[in-house]
């Protein structure tokens, strides 16, 4: 089974400041790695993935983040926030093998940007 | 293009009785998901449908839930009858059959139901 843990259930930081969010999963089989963002009043709309190949992906709004397998992480990074940024994130995994629209999510983030 | 759209946005219903939620998909999506968020808790899968064939219903919590696709568009998720413990958002998602092994989902905006 597998399994995600968002390490902070609130992160709250001023504009312009660099925001990192963390997430660590756990699974016994090789997954994909997802984190998606919610804006209120919006549905879930995905930021970035990995699926293969380079740790360290890009994904919309400036946001990256990095795969570390051996330390089971996917933690989340913005390198100056904006106000705009003000959302709840997700971080997911899938198994790579079977039905992979069954996503595993971690708790969520409630990122605030304060001015 | 239309993305995902859910109905009712918000519902409240008294304990014992039965809502339903309906699911729009992004148009040519095969597949459709449905997850649910309760309070405070993380978001978790329902069922996946694949055109109008449930093809892994794992997460339903319990049989007083009904999610029907029929004709391979939208979808429906009955709870009957309801109980308090079913409060939260419920999520619909979509994805084209090409797209799948990427686990990419576009996510409605959720309903929120309310069980007093």
């Known amino acids: 089974a597998q399994s995600v843990t968002q390490l902070d259930s609130q992160v709250p930081v001023f504009e312009e400041a660099p925001v990192e969010l963390r997430c660590n999963y756990s699974?016994?089989?090789?997954?994909?790695l997802f984190w998606y963002v919610q804006y209120p009043n919006q549905g879930l709309q995905l930021l970035l993935k990995?699926?293969?190949?380079?740790?360290l992906v890009k994904g919309i709004n400036g946001f990256e983040a990095e795969f570390n397998k051996s330390q089971t992480s996917f933690h989340l990074r913005k390198p100056s926030v904006h106000i705009s940024d003000t959302a709840e994130y997700f971080c997911?995994?899938?198994?790579?093998?079977?039905?992979?629209?069954?996503?595993?999510f971690g708790q969520g983030t409630t990122l605030q940007v304060k001015p | 293009e239309a993305g995902v759209t859910q109905f009712p946005s918000h519902s409240v219903i008294e304990k014992g009785q039965t809502v339903t939620l309906r699911c729009d998909p992004i148009?040519?999506?095969?597949?459709l998901y449905w997850y649910r968020r309760v309070m405070g808790k993380e978001i978790k899968f329902l069922l996946h449908?694949?055109?109008?064939?449930?093809?892994?219903e794992s997460g339903m919590p319990n049989n007083r839930f009904l999610a029907e696709r029929t004709g391979g568009t939208y979808s429906t998720l009955k709870v009957q009858p309801a109980e308090l413990e079913d409060s939260g958002v419920y999520f619909c998602?979509?994805?084209?059959?090409?797209?799948?092994?990427?686990?990419?989902?576009?996510f409605g905006e959720g309903s929120r139901l309310t069980v007093l």
């Open positions: 998602a979509s994805s084209q059959v090409e797209t799948e092994n990427t686990g990419e989902l576009f």
């Open positions: 449908f694949v055109k109008e064939s449930k093809q892994d």
């Open positions: 699974s016994s089989v090789s997954v994909y």
């Open positions: 148009s040519g999506h095969d597949n």
């Open positions: 990995y699926l293969s190949g380079s740790t």
């Open positions: 997911a995994v899938t198994k790579i093998s079977g039905n992979t629209g069954k996503l595993i």
